[in-house]
């Protein structure tokens, strides 16, 4: 994500700027737009903050590395260590070059006199989310707090995208194994099977005995190359992320799909206003990052009128209660934690909640896939089997 400042103008005729992340301009104006804000200026931050970022050396700093640095930036700040030494300490035994390059010019900026989170800010280490992490936990005189929630943020993130991945690592060797054994068949098998017929005997095959040897015809090496070069060229003419970003949108309309992805979104607001509170950021504040966090844009546009609902003093419960797609379970929580005084607890809980509902359904999902891409590949190789019989049946009654 990077960071991106923008001059806006909005319904009233009020000016109002601030700063914004997303992935590209494109997606910072969208998001824009989606508020109802009319665009004067929009450019990306000094040093924008992103996630993934490089270094001169063009490697990746990925999540794990931040949370590696993230955390033992709160263990030498917890011995009493200051934070450029303990910056110091980190920095000579990284191994990542990107992420060695990036501390070295945050310490450098805290040196020279910038706050901790401006340095980190600068140097593009992390989003506006940890950056603001960091800036609570400076103005309190606690960043060991900070870098912990900071690890924290991190660790659910690394954590929650392994479970996805370990989830669909079956149904992907399936597909993939039943890819192989059809080229294997259809490459190798077919066409050695119908040599043994001449070419009058084949003119009289049935129609499906046809159309199994047209297959295994069609099927060589140069088609695949080609439909090879053709995903390369649309992958590189057709602007993936917002195709991928405007049918993850859509994906809201399907069932199974609405009820994951709701799951998905409201786990991850939940776990980020319950970090953001926990480090004593002002809840309007928390709730607009966490909303900026939420990918799907439904679920978004949703929850964006909550915010100036609530400036204006309506009662929270009150307001999450009229959000359509949130579950009834959400708004209750909230009221309760309204009353109580308790709201970072209540997001926790919610967290646990929404985050146990999205395993289950990615459970029954993958439950449903596994046995449909068996059931697709037993049709297709039984189609396969029964076009061979017929075909020898066939040939055995042609009479010459």
Same mark, same amino acid.
């Given at each position: 994500?990077?960071?991106?400042?923008?001059?806006?103008?909005?319904?009233?005729?009020?000016?109002?700027?601030?700063?914004?992340?997303?992935?590209?301009?494109?997606?910072?104006?969208?998001?824009?737009?989606?508020?109802?804000?009319?665009?004067?200026?929009?450019?990306?931050?000094?040093?924008?903050?992103?996630?993934?970022?490089?270094?001169?050396?063009?490697?990746?700093?990925?999540?794990?590395?931040?949370?590696?640095?993230?955390?033992?930036?709160?263990?030498?700040?917890?011995?009493?260590?200051?934070?450029?030494?303990?910056?110091?300490?980190?920095?000579?035994?990284?191994?990542?070059?990107?992420?060695?390059?990036?501390?070295?010019?945050?310490?450098?900026?805290?040196?020279?006199?910038?706050?901790?989170?401006?340095?980190?800010?600068?140097?593009?280490?992390?989003?506006?989310?940890?950056?603001?992490?960091?800036?609570?936990?400076?103005?309190?005189?606690?960043?060991?707090?900070?870098?912990?929630?900071?690890?924290?943020?991190?660790?659910?993130?690394?954590?929650?995208?392994?479970?996805?991945?370990?989830?669909?690592?079956? *149904?992907?060797?399936?597909?993939?194994?039943?890819?192989?054994?059809?080229?294997?068949?259809?490459?190798?098998?077919? *066409?050695?099977?119908?040599?043994?017929?001449?070419?009058?005997?084949?003119?009289?095959? *049935?129609?499906?005995?046809?159309?199994?040897?047209?297959?295994?015809?069609?099927?060589?090496?140069?088609?695949?190359?080609?439909?090879?070069?053709?995903?390369?060229?649309?992958?590189?003419?057709?602007?993936?992320?917002?195709?991928?970003?405007?049918?993850?949108?859509?994906?809201?309309?399907?069932?199974?799909?609405?009820?994951?992805?709701?799951?998905?979104?409201?786990?991850?607001?939940?776990?980020?206003?319950?970090?953001?509170?926990?480090?004593?950021?002002?809840?309007?504040?928390?709730?607009?990052?966490?909303?900026?966090?939420?990918?799907?844009?439904?679920?978004?546009?949703?929850?964006? *009128?909550?915010?100036?609902?609530?400036?204006?003093?309506?009662?929270?419960?009150?307001?999450?209660?009229?959000?359509?797609?949130?579950?009834?379970?959400?708004?209750?929580?909230?009221?309760?934690?309204?009353?109580?005084?308790?709201?970072?607890?209540?997001?926790?809980?919610?967290?646990?909640?929404?985050?146990?509902?999205?395993?289950?359904?990615?459970?029954?999902?993958?439950?449903?896939?596994?046995?449909?891409?068996?059931?697709?590949?037993?049709?297709?190789?039984?189609?396969?089997?029964?076009?061979?019989?017929?075909?020898?049946?066939?040939?055995?009654?042609?009479?010459?």
């Amino acid at each position: 994500m990077t960071n991106f400042k923008y001059l806006s103008v909005d319904q009233t005729g009020k000016e109002v700027s601030g700063s914004i992340s997303a992935q590209d301009v494109k997606e910072a104006r969208l998001q824009l737009k989606d508020k109802g804000l009319k665009i004067v200026s929009l450019e990306a931050s000094a040093g924008a903050a992103k996630t993934g970022i490089r270094g001169s050396k063009g490697k990746k700093v990925s999540d794990t590395d931040l949370y590696n640095m993230a955390r033992e930036l709160s263990v030498l700040l917890k011995a009493g260590l200051r934070i450029d030494n303990s910056m110091e300490t980190i920095t000579g035994t990284i191994s990542n070059a990107a992420l060695k390059e990036n501390m070295a010019v945050a310490l450098k900026d805290i040196r020279a006199g910038k706050s901790v989170a401006e340095a980190f800010e600068k140097s593009g280490l992390f989003n506006t989310l940890m950056v603001s992490l960091i800036r609570v936990g400076e103005s309190v005189g606690n960043l060991r707090m900070s870098f912990e929630q900071i690890a924290s943020h991190l660790q659910f993130q690394i954590q929650f995208r392994a479970e996805i991945r370990n989830a669909l690592t079956y *149904p992907a060797f399936l597909v993939i194994a039943s890819c192989v054994t059809l080229f294997v068949i259809f490459k190798f098998i077919i *066409p050695r099977f119908f040599t043994v017929f001449g070419q009058d005997q084949l003119k009289a095959l *049935p129609f499906a005995s046809k159309m199994l040897l047209k297959a295994s015809e069609v099927l060589n090496i140069q088609v695949l190359i080609g439909a090879a070069i053709a995903a390369v060229a649309i992958y590189k003419l057709v602007d993936m992320k917002r195709l991928l970003h405007s049918g993850y949108s859509y994906a809201l309309s399907l069932p199974l799909l609405r009820t994951m992805i709701i799951n998905l979104e409201l786990s991850r607001f939940s776990y980020s206003m319950f970090t953001m509170l926990s480090s004593g950021i002002e809840f309007i504040k928390a709730l607009r990052f966490s909303i900026d966090l939420i990918q799907n844009v439904k679920v978004k546009q949703s929850l964006e *009128p909550s915010i100036k609902l609530i400036k204006e003093g309506r009662p929270i419960g009150e307001v999450f209660s009229h959000i359509e797609l949130l579950p009834e379970i959400a708004a209750n929580m909230i009221t309760v934690g309204e009353k109580s005084g308790n709201m970072k607890e209540i997001f926790l809980e919610l967290f646990n909640v929404f985050d146990d509902r999205f395993k289950r359904t990615i459970k029954k999902i993958v439950i449903l896939v596994e046995p449909l891409i068996i059931t697709v590949m037993g049709m297709v190789v039984g189609f396969i089997v029964i076009s061979m019989i017929l075909t020898v049946m066939s040939v055995g009654n042609i009479k010459f």
